[in-house]
């Protein structure tokens, strides 16, 4: 039989050496009423005509496996222990990215978001893979007589995704209950209430509330649940039973935070509890595989958005009903250690369970598999709502390597919905006050371009071991897994948001995408070297805009360091068509030499230039060159008002602003 995926789609224009071939090994065999070819899963192969698995999604938000008490952490949780109990806990399972939107386009498509520029981005439309044909990847469920549902964030970050072919039901009232008789359910669930904005809702005073006092789950509410979190008071962890990372201020503040997080956590788990119980009532629990897991961790200070476990490792428990428990890896109650990259793994493991073939162009893996062909797991950081950064990142069992490509720009940049959290903006205080100890201090200075951290030995991951020559070995591994990655997936976060090299299919020309010399070029800037000054000043010459970009950016890193050669770079930007490469190096100017024409041109792009991006990437400079920008304060005041307009427009609107506040001395603390 042969064993080329139903689902393969059409022939990639692209060239074999710049994709990952992760093709399924399938044994030949009859597949349950479908015809279709079982996936090979050890232990776990189906016998022909057996049962089709249910498979019930249970995905919270925002919620770190730190936190949970099957990995230590102080939240009450009996609902996602007892799955554990009677299932299999991964120790090892991460997030594509740190953030909902680009992580839940992997969970969707099965495709790396930054191999789908603008999916990298939160938020934007990423291009689907012609693949897809336009739905996501459950459409081959139901080709195969699968009833799905999605209850009901969706969030995708993406662009053309027919709903109606991806779903049989998108909604808060989305069930598998609805299905027809006899139909096999892939459902899931996604209850709202441990989403950052919950942080909004935190009372102060909590600590003096009498032991026992709390908000009752409420049933009524899963609804409401299913699109915003509730307010709630008190609950089984209360401020002092809290831990507070090494890297935040300890303050009343801050536990309070983390107490209101951890019951929102409690209450997240009342609803699992009610899903299960669904199960059982129909009589279907024996049937059915339940997966529960978060879209990313999070979600205090320094963990959603930042590449780190905080915001990169999360829960990931599966429970198989008797009449399926032959697909599960290991024992009832044990724990696998393996590296998973759940968010692109999801598509690969679920076809898999089902019987399903898996496309070739997906690079996940089976995380029920009894062997993986690896064990590393990446992450990505790319423009966070208003504010720009590049950041990737591997991890495998114990270390985690992280490469920062704009080490200028510091964790503590400015985001208007994070600082909507009280710890944010009471360490924002502290900072502008000066009475932060300098292990805190460090989330507001200068990154550097790289980080390694031992998360056995140094789990907050505060002492970088990148100058200690006894981990060279381990940087060495990890920084050429990295590289391998970005090349294998044709990374597109290297390309300015905006540019037309980006997406799935543009970005794979190498006249548009050059990516090994782009690599380079970036590779030099980040090293922040003086000696590299004439070869970025050579770089500006090259016909491909992105590695002039990282031409640009390279001399932007070198700070007055390119000062010397601010003649010639005043010339480049003269002749310089792309306005993201006109924007990076009128910054580099007036960082080098204070150079009030170039300051100019960031005043014109930001107010004038008709691409939203450019706009919003000009406003991103003048933030970054500070009392610089005192000139130009009437168009960034300009910039900062009004209504309507694109994403890009707004998220400009809201960059200018806090810009606008910094100037006038009064920004600290407020969103």
């Known amino acids: 039989m042969d064993d080329a995926p139903r689902h393969a789609g059409p022939a990639s224009p692209v060239p074999a050496t710049t994709t990952v071939d992760r093709r399924r090994v399938l044994k030949s065999g009859m597949a349950a009423g479908v015809g279709l070819v079982a996936t090979a899963l050890g232990s776990g192969v189906a016998a022909a005509g057996s049962r089709r698995p249910n498979i019930l999604l249970l995905v919270s938000e925002d919620c770190g496996a730190q936190h949970l008490g ?70 081959y469920l139901r080709d195969a007589g699968y009833y799905c549902t999605n209850n009901a964030k969706e969030d995708y970050n993406a662009s053309g995704l027919d709903l109606t072919r991806t779903w049989d039901e998108s909604s808060p009232s989305a069930h598998w209950h609805n299905r027809p008789a006899g139909a096999p359910f892939y459902a899931v669930f996604n209850p709202t209430m441990t989403h950052e904005l919950s942080m909004a809702f935190a009372l102060p005073g909590a600590d003096a509330l009498p032991a026992g006092i709390t908000t009752p789950y409420l049933r009524e509410l899963a609804a409401a649940h299913a699109v915003a979190p509730t307010p709630i008071l008190g609950g089984p962890t209360r401020p002092q039973d809290v831990r507070i990372p090494s890297y935040h201020p300890d303050t009343p503040t801050t536990r309070n935070d983390a107490a209101t997080y951890l019951n929102q956590i409690n209450q997240m788990d009342s609803e699992l509890a ?35 476990d905080s915001g990169l490792r999360i829960p990931l428990v599966a429970r198989f009903g008797r009449n399926v428990a032959h697909h599960a890896p290991a024992a009832r109650g044990s724990s696998v250690d393996d590296v998973v990259g759940v968010s692109v793994d999801l598509a690969p493991t679920v076809l898999s369970l089902a019987g399903l073939p898996v496309p070739r162009w997906m690079n996940g893996d089976s995380f029920v598999r009894p062997t993986r062909r690896t064990g590393l ?48 903006r009471e360490w924002d205080v502290l900072r502008e006050q000066g009475r932060l100890p300098d292990h805190q201090a460090g989330f507001w200075a200068e990154r550097p371009a790289e980080e390694l951290y031992d998360v056995w030995s140094d789990p907050d991951e505060t002492t970088n071991l990148v100058d200690r020559p006894e981990y060279a070995t381990e940087l060495s591994r990890l920084r050429e897994a990295l590289d391998d990655h970005i090349l294998a997936i044709n990374d597109n976060g290297f390309i300015p948001e905006g540019s037309g090299a980006e997406g799935y299919l543009p970005s794979r020309s190498p006249a548009d995408h050059p990516l090994r010399e782009v690599m380079r070029v970036a590779a030099l800037a980040i090293t922040r070297d003086c000696r590299n000054l004439t070869a970025f000043l050579r770089s500006l010459d090259h016909p491909n805009p992105v590695v002039r970009f990282w031409a640009a950016s390279g001399l932007r890193l070198l700070g007055t360091g390119s000062a010397p050669e601010a003649a010639a770079v005043d010339t480049a930007l003269g002749r310089e068509p792309s306005p993201h490469v006109q924007v990076v190096l009128a910054e580099s100017l007036v960082v080098a030499v204070d150079d009030r024409a170039a300051l100019d041109r960031l005043a014109w792009l930001l107010t004038e230039h008709p691409d939203g991006w450019v706009r ?56």
């Open 377 to 424: 797991a990446f992450g990505m950081r790319n423009r966070m709502d208003e504010r720009y950064d590049f950041v990737r990142t591997v991890r495998d069992e114990r270390f985690r390597y992280i490469r920062n490509y704009m080490p200028h720009v510091p964790h503590g940049q400015h985001i208007q919905f994070m600082w909507l959290q009280a710890g944010y």
């Open 70 to 139: 099957i990995y230590g952490g102080n939240a009450t949780t009996p609902t996602i222990d007892a799955l554990a109990a009677d299932g299999v806990r991964w120790t090892n399972a991460f997030a594509a990215a740190p953030v909902c939107a680009p992580s839940r386009f992997a969970m969707i498509t099965g495709v790396e978001p930054e191999r789908s520029a603008p999916a990298n981005h939160m938020r934007a439309a990423g291009s689907l893979p012609p693949e897809l044909n336009g739905a996501g990847w459950t459409q």
């Open 274 to 308: 009610v899903r299960l119980r669904e199960l059982e009532e129909a009589g279907v629990a024996d049937d059915t595989i339940v997966l529960y897991f978060s879209d990313h961790g999070g979600v205090l200070p320094r963990s959603k958005r930042f590449c780190y």
């Open 616 to 671: 919003l990437q000009s406003a991103n400079a003048l933030d970054r060159v500070g009392a610089r920008a005192l000139p130009v304060v009437d168009a960034l005041r300009a910039a900062s008002s009004g209504v309507g307009g694109s994403d890009a427009v707004a998220h400009t609107r809201t960059a200018a602003a806090h810009t606008v506040r910094a100037l006038e001395g009064r920004s600290a603390g407020v969103p």
